[in-house]
T-cell receptor
Framework: DGGITQSPKYLFRKEGQNVTLSCEQN?????MYWYRQDPGQGLRLIYY???????QKGDIAEGYSVSREKKESFPLTVTSAQKNPTAFYLC????????????FGQGTRLTVV | AQSVTQLGSHVSVSEGALVLLRCNYS??????LFWYVQYPNQGLQLLLK??????LVKGINGFEAEFKKSETSFHLTKPSAHMSDAAEYFC????????????FGQGTRLTINP
């Protein structure tokens, strides 16, 4: 079945460490997105990628980095520069130029300990 | 710039009662509008979307929403609430250039009372 897979589901990080969240899709979508979810704030866009080897900053990119070396994969690195990384992270994908919706993964809950 | 305002962070209704979740948007271009549902520790699932084909949009699980341009609203309704409808609901807007960068509202948590 086609879909988006995020791993791990739960992740714990010590302060000062970088950590990478995985996102893979087999929907043949062009575009992929990372959102951060905090209670009462909805979802905010961190980064998005329209095509392979290209990505753009979203509204809250500081302290995060991404890569898009393959169409299927869009990993997110939470760096030590991110001051408040504890959150629920959601990856999504969609076609870029069609009237369709974005599909979401099941999320990764990151906790800094 | 686009924005979404969901009125009411928490809504509580009795089982069998009408569900009404409010969403107002701001957009400088004709918008695409979406409602997503999220169950605890899960991703988002699309309930319905408006892309200009019809102003009354029917979605899954008996939900529907009406696009009202004059009121810049896209409220979500369901005639009769079921216990399984308890979840968080997000309204989102995107522009019409094919980009799917969604701008979300802050969410409304729906509680169903037996």
């Amino acid at each position: 079945d086609g879909g988006i897979t995020q791993s791990p589901k739960y992740l714990f990080r010590k302060e000062g460490q970088n950590v990478t969240l995985s996102c893979e899709q087999n929907l043949n979508h062009d575009a992929m997105y990372w959102y951060r979810q905090d209670p009462g704030q909805g979802l905010r866009l961190i980064y998005y990628s329209q095509i392979v080897n290209d990505f753009q900053k979203g509204d809250i990119a500081e302290g995060y980095s991404v890569s898009r070396e393959k169409k299927e994969s869009f990993p997110l690195t939470v760096t030590s520069a991110q001051k408040n990384p504890t959150a629920f992270y959601l990856c999504a994908s969609s076609y870029w130029d069609r009237d369709t919706e974005a599909f979401f993964g099941q999320g990764t809950r990151l906790t800094v300990v | 710039a686009q924005s979404v305002t969901q009125l009411g962070s928490h809504v509580s209704v009795s089982e069998g009662a009408l569900v009404l979740l409010r969403c107002n948007y701001s957009s400088s271009v004709p918008p695409y509008l979406f409602w997503y549902v999220q169950y605890p520790n899960q991703g988002l699932q699309l309930l319905l979307k408006y892309t200009s084909a019809a102003t009354l949009v029917k979605g899954i699980n008996g939900f529907e929403a009406e696009f009202k341009k004059s009121e810049t609203s896209f409220h979500l309704t369901k005639p009769s609430a079921h216990m399984s409808d308890a979840a968080e609901y997000f309204c989102a807007v995107s522009n019409r250039q094919g980009a799917q960068k969604l701008v979300f509202g802050q969410g409304t948590r729906l509680t169903i009372n037996p």
